[in-house]
């Protein structure tokens, strides 16, 4: 009898498994792939269309449309004009596929900034004031969003998150600078060979180092639920896993890369995958060890950033595709949990400008204020501001880290993409602005190579 329901349960198994097999390659699966399909269409084409009038109308750079698409495609915009047909494209059968697909496309974005990450290249020149100006710049608009942050969460409405995590991760989003867009407005503007240009973007690559460590620390006192022992093991947890990947894994790595290199083989297929499942993995172990999985992207890329020839294959073969199709995908995922119909009220809208005003005053002001100190001259201290004030990318890549843990509301997430967005667009119309003398001086003369910083890492596209 026993043999015989075996035999019965091993039929029953068979026939789900084959039931399971029909509906992967059957209809079902095809309409779910046809959705998908048609919502990345539709973000492609938005994408390009926003991009092309921010960049011909508005004079804006490429990600600065695209950061607009994705709140163009979300509840914000479409959202609000046509509901059905938002409902309809991004329907809830493929959400969990969407998100996803943004989130393999944030992992090997954050590889990619690491590899474009040439910290010593750029503290070389100016070292004190890019040291001075990117501590000032974090601590200050830090500071003024932490003890801020109380007001603020007394606004929102039950329930509200743990204030101490919800202050951390306010203070952290106010402090965030975007080094890859600020590259890409200097070269845009053609004021690269600045030397505003160089403290600047020496202020930001510091400024990020900073920023990142923050949003570490800070992500594992959130996940620790602020339990000494706990977050003392994940932070010793990660601080190993970082030591291993520099120490131990590092050296072969490079070691490896060179030979493949040399001997004349360049960035093969077989060498991408095999990056791309070294990539994989470090995600899912910071995953496991209690931060996000996009800082074990960022960790590979920082440590392979020092072999150039791959980091500049790399961009040839893999960084457009990863820019064009993934990056547009995380904007509009982005988009999709941005709700400004959410400002219902004077209100809201009042306490929004608020935080812009918050952020945008800690930022420029920080910056500003230690580089007079350095010995800047007003117009240049001004731009230097301005540019430190960008958050773009990195800014929302943060928030959603936010969002993710539960310590962001939606509104108060809606305020700081709104913030994100506003320092993006500002920044360069008042670069051109505070910068025009220093543009006409390098138009009237020969560029020195010795004065020049090279930002071609820095694209963002």
């Not at 007079?372 to 990318?393: K, P």
């Not at 305020?415 to 025009?436: D, E």
């Amino acid at each position: 009898m026993s043999t015989s329901n075996g035999m019965a349960s091993m039929a029953e198994q068979s026939a789900g498994l084959m039931q399971q097999v029909q509906s992967a390659v059957g209809s079902s699966a095809e309409q779910i792939t046809a959705q998908l399909l048609y919502q990345l269409i539709i973000i492609l084409i938005v994408t390009r269309i926003v991009v092309w009038i921010s960049r011909r109308m508005l004079g804006q750079t490429a990600v600065a449309g695209e950061i607009l698409a994705g709140v163009v495609l979300g509840p914000s915009l479409l959202g609000a004009i046509f509901p059905d047909a938002m409902q309809a494209i991004f329907a809830p059968d493929t959400s969990s596929i969407f998100v996803g697909i943004a989130q393999v496309g944030l992992i090997l974005l954050m590889f990619q900034i690491g590899l474009e990450f040439e910290f010593k290249e750029h503290l070389r020149r100016g070292r004190s004031a890019i040291i001075v100006i990117s501590v000032v710049g974090i601590v200050v608009p830090f500071s003024l969003g932490y003890f801020a942050a109380a007001w603020f969460w007394d606004t929102l409405s039950e329930p509200r998150p743990n204030l101490l995590a919800f202050r951390l991760f306010f203070a952290t989003a106010l402090s965030i600078t975007a080094i890859p867009i600020l590259g890409r407005i200097f070269m845009e503007l053609g004021l690269s060979h600045t030397r505003t240009a160089a403290i600047t973007i020496g202020s930001a690559a510091f400024d990020d180092i900073l920023g990142w460590m923050l949003l570490g620390v800070v992500s594992t006192i959130v996940v620790s639920q602020f339990q000494p022992v706990s977050f003392a093991l994940n932070a010793a947890a990660i601080v190993a896993y970082v030591a291993i990947v520099f120490i131990v894994v590092r050296p072969l790595l490079l070691r490896w890369l060179s030979k493949t290199m040399v001997r004349g083989q360049g960035l093969n297929t077989k060498t991408i995958a095999y990056m791309l499942i070294l990539l994989f993995i470090s995600a899912s172990i910071t995953s496991h060890l209690g931060i996000f999985a996009i800082i074990g992207g960022f960790v590979i890329g920082v440590a392979l950033h020092d072999n150039r020839e791959f980091v500049e294959k790399w961009k040839e073969r893999v960084s457009s595709f990863v820019y064009v199709f993934f990056v547009p995908v995380f904007f509009a995922y982005t988009g999709l949990r941005t709700d400004i119909g959410t400002l219902d009220t004077p209100r809201a809208w009042m306490i929004c400008g608020l935080v812009c005003l918050l952020a945008f005053v800690g930022k420029f002001g920080g910056a500003y204020i230690a580089s007079r100190i350095m010995g800047e001259s007003r117009r240049s201290a001004a731009a230097i501001g301005v540019s430190m004030n960008t958050r773009a990318l990195m800014e929302l890549i943060a928030l959603n880290i936010g969002y993710d843990l539960g310590v962001l509301p939606k509104q108060i997430f809606t305020m700081l993409v709104i913030m994100a967005i506003a320092s993006t667009f500002i920044t360069t119309p008042l670069i051109r602005w505070l910068m025009s003398e220093q543009r006409r001086e390098l138009e009237g003369s020969p560029k020195s190579s010795s004065a020049a910083v090279d930002l071609s890492a820095l694209k963002e596209r």
